[in-house]
């Protein structure tokens, strides 16, 4: 069973446009939700990170958007350019000391120029 | 900056053979974690460690065996391959101090091909 849900699983946008990611969970018991971004070919690495007594947080181009009672939350990227090119994971875990996270099956964002 | 290795990068297998995937973290971090990311899947966890001698199971463990006989390093190993597990494994590390803040690090992955 999927407790974390991504869509759409691919999106393309032109270079300046806002790309928009969304995810949704299952688990109300998740508190702490970070977004991972992967390179072709390379590793996951920590994008930016959301708790939900936020309903936003912002870094630089990058902003999520929270919705606790819809349990939904969504990526926005503005002003794109191709080197965002890139899947970006959404994950949640419930902030014990395990640190477990679970992700979604991601999205692969294609900027072109 | 965060330090993660595994070894090897690449391996190829045959069914019914042992293998094992090895991740060494500089980070002196409390936890470690193995997952498989498989296209349309994601990243899913098969197995983490709190600490030298511990470990626990993810949510895929089955196949899987985990050996955490330091601080530094984490193993993991697949007594009987089968082409099932033929994926991309990556190991993490994560301070475990259960601070929302609790950042995982990625080593850079092992490719599997089990024949």
């Known amino acids: 069973q999927q407790q974390v849900r991504q869509s759409p699983q691919s999106l393309t946008v032109w270079e300046g446009e806002t790309a928009i990611l969304n995810c949704s969970y299952e688990?109300?018991?998740?508190?702490?939700f970070p977004w991972y971004w992967q390179f072709p070919r390379e590793s996951p690495a920590l994008l930016i990170a959301?708790?939900?007594?936020?309903n936003k947080k912002e870094d630089g181009r990058f902003t999520i958007f929270f919705n606790k009672r819809e349990k939904k939350l969504s990526l926005h990227i503005t002003d794109s350019q191709p080197g965002d090119s890139a899947t970006y994971f959404c994950?949640?875990?419930?902030?014990?000391?395990?640190?477990?996270?679970?992700f979604g099956e991601g999205t692969q964002v294609t900027v072109i120029s | 900056e965060a330090a993660v290795t595994q070894s090897p990068r690449n391996k190829v297998a045959v069914t019914g053979g042992k293998v094992t995937l090895s991740c060494n973290q500089t980070?002196?971090?409390?936890?470690m974690y193995w997952y498989r990311q498989d296209t349309g899947h994601g990243l899913r966890l098969i197995h983490y460690?709190?600490?030298?001698?511990?470990?626990e199971k993810g949510d895929i463990p089955d196949g899987y065996k985990a050996s955490r006989p330091s601080q530094e390093n984490f193993s993991l190993i697949l007594e009987l391959a089968t082409p099932s597990q033929t994926s991309v494994y990556f190991c993490?590390?994560?301070?475990?101090?259960?601070?929302?803040?609790?950042?995982?690090?990625f080593g850079p992955g092992t490719r599997l091909l089990v024949l």
């Open positions: 993490a590390s994560g301070e475990g101090l259960g601070g929302f803040q609790d950042t995982q690090y």
């Open positions: 688990d109300s018991t998740f508190d702490y």
């Open positions: 959301i708790r939900p007594v936020s």
């Open positions: 994950a949640a875990n419930t902030g014990g000391l395990s640190g477990k996270l679970t």
């Open positions: 980070n002196n971090h409390n936890n």
């Open positions: 460690s709190y600490g030298a001698g511990s470990t």
